[in-house]
């Protein structure tokens, strides 16, 4: 094994919250840093990791085949051209869940843990057999939500379960944020959230249209150096695992205009 | 309480729906995290209230016994106060 090698599930329970679009800028940006990264698709009933990543075209094997011991691991990875750190371990068909097991995640894991520091799961939705699949090669895990009332339950949901499997640490990452609508407090606030879910907080990732753009494109913001808010937000997630202290950006200090002061004006706590 | 907080009073607007959002989320997570349906909790809240009336007699209306949740911990807050001790219930033990 890696002497430092870090296993990490990229877990949120509700679907659509930014797993997929986190763990492909997260490796890309581990990457950058110098970091043998590899990203294991987890998803197997919905893969989209290696859309994201621009790698469609270049899947040949998949986890699949290295299970079933028809293919070395090393013909599995697809490494990202531009950023040769990075590696995906594509997720197999559909149809492997009927006979996947927790063990199966394991000896992946296991193989990938003895070449790259950072092995990124990105987990399916919900919290059925995906997720205990894929929880099973977990060591540590980053949960994502976004300020809305059901991704917070789901959430909790999953911390929970985290906690039972002995995952841990467990951090977060709040995704969508949108500054305006939490100045105006018709958004849950970054700290109704931290408190409610007792999280300690590794990222802050506002709405960027960019992340879109990007999708569409198939290089994620991370890759090019971009300035996007979601962009540097990513990049700092990556440096804060790797211990770095980065200063979280205040949503609520946004803005600079006279309206902005007057929104914190009438938030302030007067008694 | 904030300026906002005092301005929606005045004007008798809704409150920001934050507020709600943060209200309505202590509440279902304490449910989630107990595994207590809230129909279970009301069955548990009127079994309690009849083991404390055979001993005080309390204030059925303020009472109340409900879930709440502070750093992933829930706990089961009882409030029950007390009109006055039951007559019958310091001769119920019975050793004077
Ligand atoms: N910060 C952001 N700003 C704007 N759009 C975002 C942001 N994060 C994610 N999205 C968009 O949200 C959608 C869902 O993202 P993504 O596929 O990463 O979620 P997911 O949690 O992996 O979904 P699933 O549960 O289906 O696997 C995508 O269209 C993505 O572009
Ligand atoms: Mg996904």
Redesign the interface.
């Known amino acids: 094994m890696a002497p430092t090698s870090r296993t990490i599930l990229i877990c949120s329970g509700k679907g659509g919250v930014g797993k997929t679009t986190l763990t492909a800028n997260l490796g890309i940006a581990l990457a950058r840093l110098g970091l043998r990264t590899v990203v294991l698709d987890a998803d197997f009933g919905l893969r989209n990791l290696d859309l994201l990543l621009g790698l469609e075209n270049r899947i040949v094997f998949t986890a699949q085949e290295v299970l079933a011991e028809s293919c070395r691991l090393e013909q599995a990875l697809v490494k990202h051209k531009q950023e040769p750190n990075l590696a995906l371990l594509p997720a197999g068909n559909p149809r492997m869940l009927e006979w996947l097991k927790p063990e199966d995640m394991k000896t992946i894991a296991g193989m990938l843990e003895e070449q790259f520091d950072y092995v990124l799961i990105d987990c399916p939705a919900g919290i059925e057999d995906g997720f205990k699949n894929a929880v099973a090669a977990a060591k540590e895990a980053i949960v994502i939500t976004t300020p809305?009332?059901s991704a917070?339950?789901d959430a909790?949901?999953v911390?929970?379960l985290l906690n039972t499997h002995g995952v841990k640490p467990v951090q977060l990452v709040l995704n969508r944020v949108r500054p305006k609508m939490?100045a105006?407090?018709?958004?849950?606030?970054v700290d109704?959230v931290t408190d409610?879910?007792?999280l300690p907080l590794l990222g802050l990732v506002l709405e960027d249209e960019q992340v879109i753009v990007s999708t569409n494109r198939g290089e994620p913001l991370t890759l090019n150096g971009s300035k996007s808010p979601a962009a540097r937000a990513y990049g700092n997630v990556a440096r804060r695992l790797q211990g770095e202290e980065v200063a979280l950006i205040d949503p609520s200090k946004e803005g600079r205009g006279l309206r902005a002061k007057v929104r914190r004006?009438?938030?302030?706590?007067?008694? | 309480m904030t300026l906002r907080d005092i301005l929606d009073k005045l004007l008798r607007r809704q409150p920001a729906s934050a507020n709600t959002a943060r209200e309505r989320l202590q509440l279902v997570l304490a449910h989630d995290r107990s595994d207590l349906s809230p129909e279970l909790l009301d069955q548990m809240r009127r079994e309690i209230f009849e083991v404390v009336a055979r001993y005080v007699e309390i204030d059925l209306d303020e009472g109340d016994v409900s879930l709440e949740t502070e750093d992933r911990v829930t706990a089961l807050v009882a409030n029950l106060p007390i009109r006055r001790p039951l007559a019958v219930a310091s001769g119920a033990t019975g050793d004077e």
């Open positions: 809305e009332v917070v339950r909790d949901r911390i929970g939490m105006n407090q018709e958004m849950l606030a109704d409610i879910l007792a004006l009438m938030q302030k706590k007067i008694f």
